[in-house]
């Protein structure tokens, strides 16, 4: 992925919607908030915009997670960078998507002291006794 100029990456995935702000990569900030997605996801990504006194103008490229997760949040991110993206004339190219488990894979094998002996297998719970497995 190129990643140069500003980044705005949205999760709503997850019962918390998480954004976060990158430029040329580099990470400026990351908020959290419990409340919905519906509710937190465009007003997270307006603060931490006008944070650094940006504009969604400014913002080159988007990234969302595309799952595991909530298919309302997760559409929710889509719908929200879809419009952005027309708006300010920003190329397909420059939206992408990942996928959590994958990437919370490979942060513990990133941390661990040791890679583990037998495969890695990383388990998150989707809904009540549904679950979503990496391995």
């Known amino acids: 992925m190129n990643l140069k100029g500003y980044t705005l990456a949205l999760d709503a995935s997850c019962p918390t919607t998480q954004v976060a702000l990158f430029k040329d990569a580099k990470l400026l900030e990351i908020r959290e908030e419990a409340s919905p997605a519906m509710q937190s996801l465009i007003r997270s990504a307006q603060h931490s915009i006008s944070n650094h006194n940006l504009h969604l103008s400014e913002i080159k490229n988007f990234i969302y997670c595309a799952g595991p997760g909530s298919i309302l949040g997760i559409r929710l991110s889509i719908m929200a960078i879809r419009t952005w993206a027309t708006l300010y004339s920003v190329p397909s190219n420059r939206i992408h998507s990942v996928f959590s488990l994958p990437m ?21 719970e989707w809904k009540k006794d549904h679950w979503n497995t990496f391995h």
């Open 104 to 124: 919370a894979a490979a942060s513990y094998l990133q941390q661990a002291q040791q890679p583990p002996e037998k495969s890695l297998i990383v388990c998150s």
